[in-house]
């Protein structure tokens, strides 16, 4: 009667290759993780735009930030970028003065031109405020 011919440790070989991978994708993913506790301010965070209706608590005025811009390009093609670049620019302004949050924005892109080139003016101001 004749065996048929096996290799020995194959498949047990290649189990314990795909285990010790595993536990180390897990242990460098556990390394890798942080925990942050919700009540520890982030410092680069910048100061939300809200609407009125957002509003839920009694705030102080802190007082209006004013940003502006020139860009090159056309009105059209700048549009959501320059909205984008707004709200970012009165929120590192706002955090400058310990702002909470920006109320009442308001954005103005004007079209205009540099030699032969389209330009973009952007102009942007909001009020800060500091929740009491």
């Known amino acids: 009667m004749t065996r048929p011919a096996t290799v020995h440790g194959s498949a047990s070989t290649r189990t314990g290759r795909l285990v010790r ?3 180390a994708s897990a242990l460098l993913t556990a390394a890798c993780a942080t ?3 919700a009540t520890t301010p982030d410092p680069n965070r910048l100061p939300p735009v809200l609407a009125q209706d957002e509003i839920i608590r009694p705030y102080t005025k802190i007082g209006t930030v004013e ?3 020139e860009r090159l390009g056309s ?3 700048l549009k959501n970028e320059a909205d984008e670049w707004a709200y970012d620019a009165l929120g590192a302004e706002a955090a ?10 308001e954005v103005q892109a004007k079209k205009g031109s540099y ?3 389209p330009s973009t003016s952007i102009k942007a101001k ?3 405020i500091r929740f009491n």
Do not use: H
Not at 96 to 105: E, Q, S, T, V, Y
């Open 67 to 69: 940003v502006s811009r």
């Open 126 to 128: 909001g009020i800060a």
């Open 35 to 37: 925990i942050t506790p």
């Open 21 to 23: 991978l595993m536990a």
């Open 75 to 77: 009105i059209d093609d």
């Open 115 to 117: 030699l032969f080139f």
């Open 96 to 105: 400058k003065l310990g702002a909470d949050a920006i109320i009442l924005p």
